[in-house]
Structures are given as structure tokens and as C-alpha cells.
């Protein structure tokens, strides 16, 4: 049963269109491209990666799909903000943000979206 617990996991995000997300995390959110195939991306992130594979579906999950832990969250949204990146605005129970930003047991995130509407954080943890 260790098999799987010591199997490196690759996360996976659907996308509607796989040129256009390469384009995007790639272009916009600066990420390094590890390698791709005709049916699929896959980026590195620090030492983790991720793929996206191109399918009708892509963008209909109303949750967050990845999630950054940042040093800097502030610095990292300037950053992102300067791309062109727009982040989410939330005033719900449970979950309220103020210029993007929710804070949480000295925890802080923002979210934003992929061009197909998927759902993306970027956090800061307490002593990152």
C-alpha cells in the first residue's frame, strides 16, 4: 500500500482550450514550461508540477483547483495585478475579501481565474 505514498502526484486542471492556457500560465503568470505533448502541458512550479489537458469541461469547477504558497502575498499580487491579472472579489459567510484579499487565522489569500473561469489562489501562511 506505500506504493502511492511514495508516487509523486501531478495535479491536473481541464481547460476548453490548451494553446490559449499555455499561453496564459505561461505569459501571464510567468510559469516555467516542463514539457508538453499533443494532449497535454505540464508547468513547474518550484520543485512540484502541474499539467492541463484540453476538454469541453475545463472551467466548470466552482472551487478553487491550485493554490501558490507565497513569502510576499502583496508583493505577488502587484506583480500579478501588473500582468493583468484580475482578482476576485468575495462578501459571503465564511469568506469576505477587501481589495482581493481574505484574512484568516493569520493566514492570507486571493483568488483569481483562468481564461476558462478556473478557480486560482495565491497565500501566504503564517512564518512562510
Given at each position: 500500500?506505500?506504493?502511492l505514498?511514495?508516487?509523486?502526484l501531478l495535479?491536473?486542471i481541464?481547460?476548453?482550450?490548451?494553446?490559449r492556457?499555455?499561453?496564459?500560465?505561461h505569459?501571464?503568470?510567468?510559469l516555467?514550461?516542463?514539457?508538453?505533448?499533443?494532449?497535454?502541458?505540464?508547468f513547474r512550479?518550484?520543485?512540484?508540477?502541474?499539467?492541463?489537458?484540453?476538454t469541453?469541461?475545463?472551467?466548470?469547477?466552482g472551487?478553487?483547483?491550485?493554490?501558490?504558497?507565497?513569502?510576499?502575498?502583496?508583493?505577488?499580487?502587484?506583480e500579478?495585478?501588473?500582468?493583468g491579472?484580475?482578482?476576485?472579489?468575495y462578501?459571503?459567510?465564511?469568506?469576505?475579501?477587501l481589495d482581493?484579499?481574505?484574512e484568516a487565522?493569520g493566514?492570507?489569500?486571493?483568488w483569481?481565474?483562468?481564461?476558462?473561469?478556473?478557480?486560482?489562489c495565491?497565500n501566504?501562511l503564517?512564518?512562510?
Open positions: 500500500m506505500a506504493m505514498a511514495d508516487a509523486p495535479a491536473v481541464p481547460v476548453t482550450d490548451l494553446e492556457a499555455k499561453r496564459y500560465y505569459d501571464t503568470l510567468g516555467t514550461l516542463a514539457r508538453e505533448g499533443a494532449e497535454e502541458v505540464v512550479c518550484g520543485s512540484t508540477e502541474f499539467g492541463m489537458y484540453e469541453p469541461y475545463g472551467g466548470q469547477a472551487h478553487t483547483l491550485a493554490s501558490w504558497k507565497v513569502a510576499d502575498l502583496d508583493t505577488e499580487m502587484a500579478l495585478r501588473g500582468r491579472v484580475v482578482f476576485e472579489e462578501d459571503e459567510p465564511g469568506l469576505k475579501t482581493g484579499v481574505a487565522d493566514m492570507r489569500a486571493a483569481f481565474k483562468d481564461p476558462d473561469g478556473n478557480v486560482l495565491v501566504e503564517p512564518g512562510a
